[in-house]
């Protein structure tokens, strides 16, 4: 099992982290060679040990690749993005990406399922993960359909000592704006093509050249609105108390 830092915070064998990642150990340390995953810190016995940070950073890549960048557009990509990003800052920008592709989900079993979440999971914890459509339960017993991305995050927030009934609605509150979000920045694209040339692969050409330019404006906008909220009510009840 993974090990923790003086801080609490699980370190994985490249063994684990793979299997978490839903990826094979050599994909990981041919990643870590093109410097798209920082390396490891050095542990006893002179073992690589990964955090949640590799997890969420090979999540964001994995996603990148499904959009069909290139080993060099998906490294332009993660220049641009600001340092020190947490592993939550990272999965936000993974889901944004996610959300230009169709859903998908990829079939497993119970005992695949707890070995990609690190944990055992008890039948509490498998309704809150399809309640926040990380996971489906299949067809057969013993069998669900894994959105790869949200259950990491998924299991992240098993742990949130916050309702599940709150993390529902904050879930139910981005999905319509960002659906919203989608269907407005849809129609300007199509009123760009259209005012120039009404050709569906030029409105396809527009949008693949926008999207990392969009995503990083979503993220960027939308962390400084949530500091700029959160910081306001911070003031609010400082007064108040």
């Known amino acids: 099992m993974a090990e923790e830092t003086e801080t609490g915070e699980a370190t994985l064998t ?10 094979t150990v050599r994909t990981v340390r041919f990643y870590g060679t093109r ?14 040990r990964y955090g949640p940070g590799h997890l969420a950073r090979l999540a964001l890549i994995e996603e990148l690749q499904h959009q069909g960048l290139t080993l060099a557009a998906i490294e332009r990509y993660l220049n641009r993005l600001p340092d020190g990003l947490s592993p939550q800052d990272l999965a936000i920008h993974r889901a944004l990406v996610a959300s230009w592709t169709p859903d998908g989900a990829e079939e497993t079993t119970r005992e695949e399922l707890e070995r990609r979440a690190g944990r055992p999971l008890t039948e509490e914890d498998v309704d809150r993960l399809a309640a926040l459509n990380a996971l489906q339960r299949g067809g057969t017993a013993g069998s669900y ?9 998924g299991v992240r927030l098993l742990d949130v000592p916050i309702a599940p009934e709150t993390i529902l609605a904050a879930r139910t509150v981005l999905v319509e704006h960002a659906r919203a979000t989608a269907r407005e920045l849809s129609r300007l694209f199509r009123d760009e093509v259209e005012a120039q040339t009404p050709d569906v692969a030029a409105m396809k050409s527009l949008s693949a050249h926008m999207q990392p330019l969009v995503v990083q404006a979503l993220v960027t906008a939308f962390q400084r609105s949530l500091n700029e909220e959160l910081r306001a009510a911070y003031e609010d009840a400082a007064r108040g108390a």
Request: overall charge negative.
């Open 14 to 23: 490249v063994d684990e982290l793979a299997a978490r990642a839903g990826v």
């Open 35 to 48: 410097g798209l995953l920082p390396p490891p810190e050095i542990g006893p016995r002179r073992v690589g």
């Open 145 to 153: 359909l894994v959105d790869p991305g949200l259950l990491h995050l």
